[in-house]
């Protein structure tokens, strides 16, 4: 599994095509020839970037889902709604579909945030207005996500 690291500011241009950072490619670097899947978000207006292997691993999940049982049709649908297979260029570009853009109104500033194991596409804008709206309510998360797990409290 991989771990990426970093958030990166980037540009996008016309055609919806990011530069990805040199930093951000070297990470990439051991998995790029498997390739990567972009999707929408499911809780914000944002893309992520899955490696293949990522991806593969998570539809084994949703698989399993029955899908005789509406609810679970209805979710497979719309998570992936959008979904495409991406590569990195020659020239360290990927092209983000033009639907996609749009779903994330992504303009010209664009930022690249690891997520543990996969790497999303914000609008600047809308990336730096998320972190300020959670910012107040962030050390409650933490102690909710992170906190009494039931281990000895060693993050090691």
Known sequence: MINFIGTYDCKADSKGRIMIP?????QMAPISSKGFVIKRSVFQP??????REEWDA?????NKKNKFKKKNN???RRFSAGVKEVEIDATGRLLIPKN????ANIKKEVVLSSAINIIEFWDKDSYEKV???TAEDFATL??????DDGDDGDVS
Request: hydrophobic fraction near 55%.
């Open 22 to 26: 040199v930093a951000l490619k070297n």
């Open 46 to 51: 944002c893309l992520e970037l899955y490696p």
């Open 58 to 62: 998570l539809m084994l999940k949703v």
């Open 74 to 76: 209805d979710f497979i």
């Open 100 to 103: 996609l853009v749009d779903f």
């Open 131 to 133: 972190l300020e709206d």
């Open 142 to 147: 933490a102690e909710e996500v992170m906190g």
